[in-house]
């Protein structure tokens, strides 16, 4: 996929200078209540120019979604979790990645609030932004899983575990300031910092995991015998999503 974010920084380019602007304007107030003039206006162009560079406001939305994601991974760019050998080491850095462009210091706000509006309600928009990352990201996810539960664990185990190693990341970013409210912002700020929740975060999914293993293994001694023949191949899984941009 074509990356759009070494154009967006050259602020003199019209279509860059719409696409900021579509940024921010869609991530305050949606794509309804967002019009092609108060864009063009922020952008200080002519209201044709969204015409000509992009056709009409959804494919404006559309390019905006991607320019996000790609914001983010500029910052903080994906590692290359086929060189980690481990599961346990590619679920730690899985979790550090997700933490660092949902919450990081260096976050940008408008790229992360346009897709995390995206997550909460998906529109057509976000088709090319799911099957171009967030379905091989999350495929990457249950393949490492997979490999760090036992053969008699489903797939629907793997999957509910996966899930909820990255809903603990995404709590951070969406309650963030309901968790300020509610422990403090001193403590928040002195406590919960990207790498201190990394390890909580790691350290809980371990052991959610071995509860996973611990729970078949006595499922399989009260059933002897019998043989799960719904386990994913996990070898394949990890091969071939390592290989995808995230």
Not at 193 to 210: E, P, T, W, Y
Request: net charge negative.
């Amino acid at each position: 996929m074509t990356s759009t974010v070494h154009d967006s920084e050259n602020p003199n380019c019209t279509k860059n200078r719409i696409l900021l602007a579509a940024g921010k304007t869609f991530a305050e107030k949606g794509f309804r209540c967002s019009t092609v003039r108060e864009i063009c206006d922020a952008a200080e162009v002519n209201i044709a120019s969204v015409n000509y560079y992009f056709g009409d406001k959804k494919n404006l939305y559309q390019q905006t979604l991607l320019l996000a994601r790609e914001i983010g991974a500029q910052k903080f760019p994906t590692p290359d979790f086929s060189a980690l050998r481990s599961p346990e080491d590619r679920l730690r850095s899985v979790i550090l990645l997700l933490l660092n462009r949902l919450v990081g210091n260096d976050v940008e706000p408008w790229p992360v609030k346009i897709l995390m509006s995206e997550i909460l309600a998906p529109s057509p928009a976000a088709k090319p932004l799911i099957d171009g990352y967030i379905e091989p990201f999350l495929k990457m996810v249950f393949g490492t899983v997979a490999e760090m539960v036992d053969d008699s664990v489903t797939p629907t185990k793997v999957h509910q575990l996966s899930f909820s190693v990255i809903s603990q990341c995404v709590w951070y970013r969406f309650a963030g300031d309901i968790n300020r409210m509610v422990i403090s912002e001193d403590q928040y700020a002195s406590n919960f910092s990207v790498n201190s929740l990394a390890k909580q975060i790691f350290d809980f999914s371990l052991a959610g995991i071995r509860a996973a293993n611990e729970e078949a293994e006595r499922s399989g001694d009260n059933h002897p015998g019998t043989v799960s023949n719904q386990t994913p191949d996990k070898t394949t899984a990890v091969v071939e999503s390592a290989r995808s941009s995230v």
